[in-house]
């Protein structure tokens, strides 16, 4: 009987193991969370974060710097005496997210074929009497054959997307690219109740699009990566369990 417990007690644990393996490591992170709601990130540098790879882009042949004479006014400058704009690697500046868009996709396909094909023995070197001797005596030689075939497709789709974000966040400039271009990331997170909100930029920018106030839009930030979600107790009863993801990956009707 003990013997029967124990193996029970085993192939429950293994269970669970093997459940929390298919969860991934989100399984851990709720265990850890439990009765006290996702926790806040410690601020740590963009550049040392797991996964970060250095951002290579195509870049023009250098050129030698153009000669100007001294001046106190620097071209390009939003002070008198200093560009008071973020420029050098861990500047901080303003991006101004205001994403609002709507799209629709309609598509349609109609296709109609019809194929009418006849044949008939009326003539053939004048052995057509003699067909009636070889084959059966119901057979018309007139009428061979007589083959019909009509086939219809109609097929239609229909995509609608409805897309609403506005927001403003920090970001730091990550890296400066040969070219004068500047790399950015921003990461933002914050804790209502047992809910967190997490919105994440990235991208490049040129440092003429940076306003007075030192902020950028959106709009203007090259190969940018925007996410915006959330973890907490309402994320994860709006997605599905994984058994079910695994369910609806592997079934095949």
Known sequence: MK??????????????????????????????????GPQVSAIENPTQRQGYQPVSMPMPQPLPPPQNANSLWRTGSRAFFKDQRAKDVGDILSVLVSVNDTATFTTSLSRSRAEDDSANITSLLGFEASLSKVLPSAVNPASMLNVGSTATSTNAGSTGRTETLTTTLAAVITQVLP????????????????????????????????????????DKIAEARIYYGGRGVASELAQPRYGHEIIDILFPF
């Not at 269970?15 to 991934?24: D, F, K, Q």
């Open 3 to 36: 013997r029967q417990t124990l193996s029970m007690l085993l192939g429950t644990v293994a269970s669970i193991a093997v459940a929390a393996s298919l969860g991934g490591c989100n399984t851990f992170s709720r265990l850890s969370e439990l009765g006290s």
């Open 179 to 218: 070219n004068g271009n500047l790399v950015i990331s921003g990461r933002q997170e914050m804790r209502v109740n047992f809910e967190m909100r997490e919105l994440t930029i990235q991208g490049i920018i040129r440092p003429e699009d940076l306003s007075t106030s030192n902020s950028v839009s959106y």
